[in-house]
């Protein structure tokens, strides 16, 4: 079946715009997870969402990031004001699981570059 | 398409058992391949292999990359159950495998 895809695949953006990132999880799984991963650096864990509950934001590294889970499947992580550092590619996943600990099935990516 | 498989899925083993895992690929444009485990909410990084044959170790846990025949192993000797967790491996434009759920009893 179709896996978790994610879109675009590669932004460009101007430093102090705004993008919306999109993920759409695998049909059926509760669990959806952003993650990023900058250049050297290892996964980030951004933002949480586990079925109806609140999502858990305590990844997020500022108030100019956000993310919203439409309908319990499609999720948006918007950059508000990019910055240089928020440059790096931006991971989504999900999984059927209640906790952290099953597999999470990983989309392909979307590669922000904030010039 | 890029793919990275990772076999076996799943694995269990006693305390003290040698374990190897694997990772196969076949990715465009490879620079690295990379090693996670996952326990909590991100994947914890464990080797970056970018070369063929150079061995990378870290404590019980050992890495090598063979560049020829696309494939990768992570060898964790002496297992303790805090090993437990499942492995997952990275490899072009950070593909993930499938992940190998490693489970050790005591």
């Known amino acids: 079946g179709a896996g978790v895809s994610q879109s675009p695949s590669n932004k460009v953006t101007e430093k102090g715009k705004d993008v919306e990132l999109r993920c759409d999880p695998i049909?059926?799984?509760?669990?959806l997870y952003w993650y990023r991963q900058s250049l050297g650096q290892g996964l980030e864990f951004l933002i949480y969402?586990?079925?109806?509950?609140?999502?858990?934001k305590s990844g997020l590294p500022s108030d100019r990031f956000s993310a919203e889970r439409t309908g319990g499947s499609v999720s948006t992580l918007t950059i508000q004001r990019t910055q240089q550092e928020d440059s790096a590619v931006y991971l989504c996943?999900?999984?059927?699981?209640?906790?952290?600990?099953?597999?999470?099935?990983f989309g392909p990516g979307t590669r922000l570059t904030v010039l | 398409e890029d793919k990275v498989v990772q076999s076996p899925l799943s694995l269990v083993v006693h305390e003290g058992d040698t374990v190897t895992l694997n990772c196969s690929y076949e990715?465009?444009?490879?620079?690295?391949l990379l090693w996670y485990k996952q326990e909590k909410k991100a994947p914890t990084f464990l080797f970056m292999l970018?070369?063929?044959?150079i061995e990378k170790k870290s404590g019980r846990l050992s890495s090598i990359l063979d560049k020829k025949e696309l494939f990768s192993i992570l060898n964790i000797t002496a297992t303790q159950t805090g090993d437990s967790a499942i492995y997952l491996c990275?490899?072009?434009?950070?593909?993930f495998g499938q992940g190998t759920r490693l489970t050790i009893n005591p």
């Open positions: 970018t070369s063929s044959g």
């Open positions: 049909s059926g799984h509760t669990a």
């Open positions: 969402f586990q079925g109806n509950s609140a999502p858990d």
């Open positions: 996943a999900s999984s059927l699981a209640r906790s952290f600990t099953d597999t999470q099935y």
């Open positions: 990275a490899a072009g434009k950070l593909v």
């Open positions: 990715v465009t444009n490879f620079r690295s």
